[in-house]
């Protein structure tokens, strides 16, 4: 049984109708060191210079907005290394910070779906959600797209969070009153622009969960 609570109701939550969730530490577990570990075995000392969850580079950038598709990532990660890697290699040293669905989360999700407008908007990639979609399926027998009513994923939307541009998008594009929308991530940097459009927002944080969201 999921604890909600009903004190966050005083905050006027009980206004909201939609409901916008990023993915990475929100719904799927995730551990960007494990893709720093998997590519330093494979010879990358430096992957975090690169990419973690607070910072990116150019090239990664590029990807995650699908400005370049899989093959020139996988090849501009290969021309990192000093050594010959295998695609392969690279793909599964890519995949290895994404984690498991806990069940209770995906749970919640069909439960809320049947009250609010459920949206996603994840800062992701087609290598990456090809992965974490097939998992899902493999568990649980849906696809993202069945527990949203639309998913929004930065390279096919070409934008990103922080950016007001995608926030303005998911808004314009499903009809959502900003003051009637709840954004849930757990990335802080990504809320003020958020913010300023009138959305409201919810952090989770470090040893929380969207199970400890009143809704």
Known sequence: MVYLDLSFLILGMQHIKNIIFDL????????????????????????????SQFHITDF???????????????????????????SQQII?????LLLDFPPERIELLKRLKKKYRLFLLSNTNSIHL??????????????????FEKAYYSH??????????????????????????????????????????GIRIHHVKPGTSILNIAL
């Not at 950038?61 to 290969?78: L, M, N, P």
């Open 60 to 86: 990664f950038r590029q990807y995650e907005t699908g400005q370049i598709d899989d093959d020139e990532f996988v090849k501009g990660i290969a021309g990192l290394m000093e050594n010959p890697v295998e």
């Open 92 to 96: 599964k040293a890519w995949n290895a």
């Open 156 to 197: 096919t939307a070409k934008l990103r969070k922080p950016e007001a541009a995608i926030y303005e998008m998911v808004l314009n594009e499903n009809n959502l009153i900003p003051e009637e929308t709840l954004f849930v991530d757990d990335t802080a940097a990504n809320f003020p622009e958020a913010e300023k459009l």
């Open 130 to 147: 090809k992965e974490f979609n097939q998992r899902l399926f493999n568990e649980y027998g849906v696809y993202l797209e069945d527990l």
């Open 24 to 51: 990475g530490g929100v719904i799927l577990n995730i551990d960007f060191k494990k893709t720093e570990e998997a590519f330093k075995q494979l010879g990358l000392d430096n992957f975090s210079n690169h990419i």
